[in-house]
């Protein structure tokens, strides 16, 4: 599948970078976050039915992260992460009720600020690679739930800050947003990074 080979060449390019930060000077970290957000989705995306409208639907959805990271001392950074995102249902129509599952690996570029007394910036763009699956559940028609997907490659924007609650410890709020073929995706989340090695 399409998605899983571009998740397998997402990794081994990080591989490869890694490979070639290793002597320079920063500190490699591991991050976690939890959250919610927003998949603004269009229906006809995925059904083609009478019963479904042409319109936006709003779904709230719970976010998860897991990322591994690099951080130079200039503040540049570069990660590898991968999104869960899940709703607890939406309402298409009249006619039909639905889940929303958004899973994501990307590669970001990023800068955290040097800190203004324990607080820095924190902003980062990256290659997406998604896998937006739409579950729809015919009300008046009881009977085996359809999933339907789509998967593609958008821009992920993300913003925010940190807070350094020690020596290597990153407790972090960011705001984040994506683009996809289907309709927007956005979060917030709050964030724990650790970073290994010496701190600052």
């Not at 929303?100 to 007394?117: Q, V």
């Amino acid at each position: 599948m399409l998605i899983k080979r571009n998740r397998f060449f997402s990794a081994l390019l990080l591989t490869g970078l890694g490979a070639n930060v290793a002597h320079a000077d920063g500190q490699f970290y591991l991050g976690f976050g939890l959250g919610a957000g927003d998949v603004d989705a269009a229906p006809n995306a995925f059904i083609s039915s009478p019963n479904v409208v042409d319109d936006q639907s709003t779904d709230t959805v719970f976010a998860s992260e897991f990322l591994v990271g690099y951080q130079f001392d200039n503040g540049l950074t570069i990660d590898l992460a991968f999104d869960d995102y899940e709703s607890t249902g939406i309402l298409f129509a009249p006619l039909l009720t639905g889940q929303l599952k958004y899973n994501a690996t990307r590669i970001n570029l990023g800068y955290a600020s040097k800190p203004s007394g324990r607080l820095s910036f924190v902003g980062k763009l990256g290659l997406n690679i998604y896998d937006l699956e739409l579950t729809e559940s015919p009300l008046l028609n009881p009977g085996p739930e359809d999933s339907l997907s789509q998967d593609g490659t958008s821009l992920y924007l993300e913003l925010g800050g940190d807070w350094h609650i020690s020596q290597n410890g990153r407790l972090g709020l960011s705001w984040s947003f994506t683009d996809t073929d289907a309709g927007d995706v956005s979060a917030i989340k709050l964030r724990y990074r650790y970073l290994f090695g010496g701190g600052e």
